[in-house]
């Protein structure tokens, strides 16, 4: 985990961790092949294939939304705009079969290190279309780049 200095008021999502169901709609932001694709946010958005990962690992989601280097690390939204997961891996022999990893697992994490991050956010877009759930999201996800 890296702590980033920067201020995000008034953050407009949750950090769900419950389960989700497979078919449930799924979305991801992130930054992918920045040197060929831009440093614009990239959505991309499918659905939950499976509530266990690579080699039926139940700390993961199996996720059909396509996914490229520099999604890695990025959040996996449910459909009203919660964080469901931590975008980790894409299995490199299929296609459209991306993992992340489950967010009950990263608020654990949190919760041993920094439990003020959690505090109590409300869901301000749940009712919104995905284009509109975009406009508002892109503001919050940060591109991290390492020299």
């Given at each position: 985990?890296?702590?980033?200095d920067?201020?995000?008021k008034?953050i ?6 419950g389960?989700?169901e ?17 440093k614009?946010?990239?959505l ?6 499976s509530?266990?990962?690579?080699e ?16 890695s690390?990025?959040p ?8 469901i ?9 299929a296609?459209?079969?991306g ?5 009950k697992f ?6 041993l290190?920094?439990p003020s ?6 869901n ?7 284009t509109?759930?975009y ?11 390492i020299?």
């Open positions: 985990m890296l702590k980033v920067t201020s995000l008034n407009p999502y949750n950090i769900f961790s389960n989700e497979i078919g449930d709609n799924i979305f991801t932001l992130g930054y992918p092949f920045i040197q060929l694709m831009g614009e946010v990239k991309t958005n499918g659905i939950i294939n509530n266990s990962g690579f039926n690992d139940t700390r993961y989601y199996q996720f059909s939304a396509e996914i490229q280097p520099g999604n690390g990025g996996l939204f449910d459909s009203d705009g919660n964080i997961g931590l975008v980790s891996a894409k299995h490199s022999k296609t459209n079969a993992y992340a990893l489950k967010s990263v608020v654990d994490f949190i919760k290190n920094d991050i959690l505090k109590k956010n409300v301000t877009f749940k009712n919104l279309n995905l509109s759930k406009k508002i999201l892109k503001d919050y996800i940060l591109l991290l780049e020299e």
